[in-house]
């Protein structure tokens, strides 16, 4: 390895780091409170601000990327040559085909924009979809297969770790703020389904899946209500 590559791969690391610290900052329950005590009125673009912010940012990553690239570390051969990338092809049919399972337009931000209640945190409803039943992230899963199921080189490599770290890390920082706003029912749901990995033995039937989501919304705008003094 070469010390340009070195270097490279230096300035790669710090900037994922940098950007997974100040993305973890923004969706933080505490950056939303910061924010919205300052400026109220424009709390309605915080999420469309945090997501084209998201991505602009990512810009960077895939200049040094392309900047360090090299030859692969290792490839696939054998049956692994084409079952590595039917896994890839596999996660993002399934990653399609799970958007009908969010509301897309709470999560881009325009339907904030549309509404009057400035606080997006109590606009969110607990809801519970075919693969929100087997695995709590299933878009993080999803991510997962796609970046350690390609041939990767030493930037790659660096980059799927650190993603993969943080993706670990975001999930236990997102559980943290849902844990808050649902109470009990979301803790009863982490204890029945698996974070990152779906796992056959642990797994919710549609009738239970819909009682826990009646249930945890129940206790979200309970916890609203007293909030409120209401």
């Not at 100040?22 to 505490?30: E, K």
């Not at 009908?100 to 519970?128: H, I, K, M, V």
């Not at 779906?198 to 239970?208: G, I, T, V």
Request: proline share 4%; aromatic share 12%.
């Amino acid at each position: 390895m070469t010390t340009e590559l070195m270097a490279q791969l230096w300035v790669l690391g710090l900037y994922l780091l940098g950007y997974c610290g100040l993305h973890s900052w923004l969706a933080s329950l505490r950056c939303k409170a910061w924010c919205a005590a300052r400026w109220p009125a424009a709390m309605r673009y915080y999420r469309l601000a945090f997501n084209l912010s998201s991505v602009l940012l990512l810009i960077p990553v895939v200049i040094l990327l392309a900047e360090a690239s090299g030859p692969k570390l290792w490839q696939w051969s054998g049956v692994l040559s084409w079952l590595m990338p039917g896994l890839t092809l596999a996660a993002v049919v399934a990653f399609a085909m799970s958007l009908r399972d969010y509301d897309l337009s709470q999560f881009s931000g325009s339907a904030q924009l549309r509404q009057q209640q400035l606080d997006p945190e109590q606009q969110a409803r607990f809801q519970l979809g075919w693969w929100h039943r087997r695995v709590r992230h299933p878009w993080y899963f999803f991510a997962l297969v796609i970046l350690w199921s390609r041939e990767l080189d030493a930037a790659q490599l660096l980059t799927c770790s650190l993603v993969t770290l943080y993706l670990v890390l975001g999930s236990w920082l997102e559980e943290r703020k849902l844990k808050l706003q649902f109470g009990e029912p979301y803790r009863r749901y982490c204890r029945l389904v698996p974070g990152l990995v779906p796992l056959p033995w642990r797994q919710l039937s549609a009738a239970q899946a819909r009682e826990l989501a009646q249930q945890a919304n129940l206790a979200s705008q309970q916890r609203t209500t007293l909030e409120s003094g209401d």
